[in-house]
């Protein structure tokens, strides 16, 4: 069984900062991507970065050079840094895995931008 475990959402003025965090534990051979999505009130989820085992990068056009994805392989973990902040950025964040065409997710974190 696979968990994932999201931290580190809160609620922030705009401008401001906020680092997420997610473990994956369970039966983890080897995670090829890892993504981080979000969904506000009223909208779909959306992609909002990607990250491969080897470092390749991906992000949706509204969060380019504000928002940085990383992993550490070592420790089944992908990590959001996410900076200047906007009210447009409040929404449910939920880390995502796909494991031999399963798809695995956490349980969110609430990102509350105020402007």
């Known amino acids: 069984q696979v968990r994932l475990v999201e931290s580190g959402g809160g609620l922030v003025q705009a401008g401001g900062s906020l680092r997420l965090s997610c473990a994956a534990s369970?039966?983890?051979?080897?995670?090829?991507?890892m993504n981080w999505y979000r969904q506000a009130p009223g909208k779909q989820r959306e992609l909002v970065a990607a990250?491969?085992?080897?470092?390749?990068?991906n992000y949706v056009d509204s969060v380019k050079g504000r928002f940085t994805i990383s992993r550490d392989n070592a420790k089944n973990m992908v990590f959001l840094q996410m900076n200047s902040l906007k009210p447009e950025d409040t929404a449910v964040y939920y880390c995502?895995?796909?494991?031999?065409?399963?798809?695995?997710w956490g349980q969110g974190t609430q990102v509350t931008v105020s402007s």
């Open positions: 995502n895995i796909i494991l031999l065409s399963a798809n695995y």
């Open positions: 369970g039966s983890i051979f080897s995670i090829n991507v």
């Open positions: 990250i491969t085992r080897g470092g390749s990068t």
